[in-house]
């Protein structure tokens, strides 16, 4: 099974420069057209590892025939080497000898090349295979999508495309480019991800209620472009992560395990940071290994350095792992150091304070006894808004902070405040840029997701190298502005005023549209639309070139 596997896995490799997973599984209903193209196109290359098989494989048998003559072995000594064979294959199968490592997956390839077609080379289908088929048996429930891909491309493609922008290559349906770029701005770029931070606690977002637990942010957001109907992607930190990132939504189907264990081409979104010169770093208050973020962002995305909670030296006294305040005081340092050599920098930061569980803060920081969940956060949230505010100090004496871009967003709100919220409220987040020296403060309504990153990135830095992104330019007031999010099997829609549907791919499960609302199914055909392109486009490694 193992040869028939790879021996399939030869043809296909070739064709789509990735290897065999469910598409092994699938193939099965084009089994005429693919016979046919491979006797066509292989037919001599086919009959030789028939051949080849067939022939070592005597050889083989012939050869353990001679040189080994079966002993007997009393069943005790067989359960034991049975025993010492079953050990040695769960602890082979994880990353190191420690049962709290994951087991090797697909990520772990990117510990050692950097480019994802490379990456390739050093897999395999039948790991693939098996992979898929874990995925496939943990996700039952996905839902097919049968909108007529052709219509949904040509849907896609005219609802993401901006004035300013053309589609760049046919084979790549969704990839864009600036169609007339301006003076190429150099601005610093500090992207932070948020970890689990909610508007209902953040004052500037609020209306005020008084928690009083965010004072640099809410000064931030004060003097900054506030998105007040921002939207997070799903509900878990790889989801913010994959839209920021990637520019793609994770929606059923297409991304498995840990979320980056891709083997399809993305926009490299520090490779045009790269290319101008700049520094590219990216930081996150979370161990190195978490998510394998460190790999990916080195392996994957490019950025020249990555740095986890291993790499910080911790000032305050806090029982927390996952300290924003020693990631930012390295960051600070990381960035005096390369300002101080006239070089631009990019960097993306994830802060971690405020991940469950919330760990017990310093007295200075107790501004609530820790008596519930909701209090524990709301420490945790004030020491890492303390945190923030030190950065963005540190960064205005260190003499960089005039010409910094600041962009703002979570990856997801905090869970235990969501049970009574609706669908909405449940993904609505933070997303500020800051930058009182190039911007002027303003509140934006129009909806915003964290997928818009990349376009309004390539937009602010007139960068003219393609991109492939399901959002848009969320400065761009003439941009058809939404948020696609990931609500566990389903798929939730948000159009620019608020409206929404939700959808399982089969039937709109929710909706406060009227079904008589020409609406109500415009916005459904737009969600499959986006939803099929991603998904076609993506496992067919037809999302960027």
């Not at 693919?34 to 080849?52: A, E, G, P, Q």
């Not at 992979?131 to 097919?144: A, M």
């Not at 799903?234 to 059923?252: D, K, T």
Request: with cysteine; net charge positive.
């Amino acid at each position: 099974m193992i040869v028939l596997m790879l021996s399939a896995d030869f043809f296909y490799f070739p064709e789509v420069r990735r290897h065999m997973t469910e598409d092994i599984i699938l193939a099965w209903r084009d089994k005429d057209f693919i016979i046919t193209y491979i006797i066509k196109n292989y037919l001599w290359i086919l009959i030789l590892i028939c051949v080849l098989s067939i022939y070592f494989t005597k050889k083989i048998f012939k050869f353990i025939d001679r040189q080994y003559s079966p002993k007997y072995m009393n069943l005790f000594k067989q359960i034991s080497i049975l025993f010492v064979v079953i050990v040695i294959v769960v602890l082979g199968i994880r990353s190191n000898f420690y049962f709290k490592e994951r087991p090797l997956n697909l990520t772990n390839a990117y510990r050692l090349l950097k480019k994802t077609e490379n990456i390739q080379l050093i897999l395999n289908g039948v790991f693939t295979q098996y992979h898929s088929l874990v995925y496939e048996d943990k996700e039952k429930g996905v839902i097919n999508n049968g909108y007529p891909l052709d219509q949904g491309l040509k849907n896609a493609r005219n609802f993401l495309l901006s004035d300013n922008e053309i589609f760049s290559n046919e084979e790549y349906p969704l990839m864009r480019c600036l169609k007339n770029t301006k003076k190429t701005s150099n601005y610093n770029v500090v992207i932070i991800l948020l970890e689990s931070w909610t508007p209902k606690y953040i004052d500037s977002f609020n209306g005020n209620i008084g928690y009083g637990v965010t004072p640099a942010f809410d000064k931030i957001a004060e003097g900054g472009i506030k998105f007040v109907n921002a939207y997070s992607a799903g509900s878990r930190s790889q989801y913010g992560l994959i839209a920021s990132l990637i520019g793609m939504q994770a929606v059923p189907g297409v991304i498995r395990y840990y979320g980056f264990d891709m083997m399809s081409r993305i926009t490299q979104i520090a490779q045009p940071f790269n290319k101008r010169g700049y520094f590219t770093m990216y930081a996150q208050s979370f161990p190195r290994k978490s998510i394998y973020m460190c790999s990916v962002a080195k392996g994957i995305l490019n950025f020249s350095e990555a740095y986890g909670s291993q790499d910080y030296t911790k000032l305050m006294d806090i029982s927390n792992d996952y300290d924003d305040y020693a990631m930012f005081d390295f960051i600070s340092k990381k960035l005096e150091d390369i300002h101080n050599q006239g070089k631009p920098f990019f960097i993306y930061a994830f802060t971690g304070t405020t991940h469950v569980p919330f760990i017990q803060t310093t007295s200075q920081f107790e501004k609530y006894p820790p008596i519930s969940n909701e209090n524990k956060y709301l420490n945790t949230l004030y020491y890492a808004d303390y945190s923030i505010g030190y950065f963005i100090e540190k960064a205005k004496k260190d003499g960089y902070f005039d010409n910094t871009i600041f962009i703002f967003m979570a990856d997801h709100p905090v869970p235990f405040a969501l049970h009574s919220m609706d669908t909405k409220q449940r993904f609505k987040i933070p997303f500020v840029i800051y930058a009182p020296k190039i911007f002027k403060p303003q509140v934006i309504k129009h909806t915003v997701s964290q997928a818009d990153l990349i376009p309004t990135l390539y937009h602010l830095m007139n960068i003219n190298e393609p991109f492939s992104a399901v959002g848009v330019n969320a400065l761009d007031n003439n941009a058809n502005h939404f948020a696609l999010i990931c609500d566990g099997m389903n798929i939730v829609f948000v159009d620019k005023n608020g409206d929404y549907v939700t959808s399982n791919r089969d039937v709109i499960m929710e909706s406060l549209l009227k079904k008589n609302d020409t609406k109500y199914y415009e916005l459904n055909n737009i969600l499959l639309s986006l939803d099929k392109s991603i998904v076609e486009l993506f496992i067919h490694n037809r999302w960027y070139t």
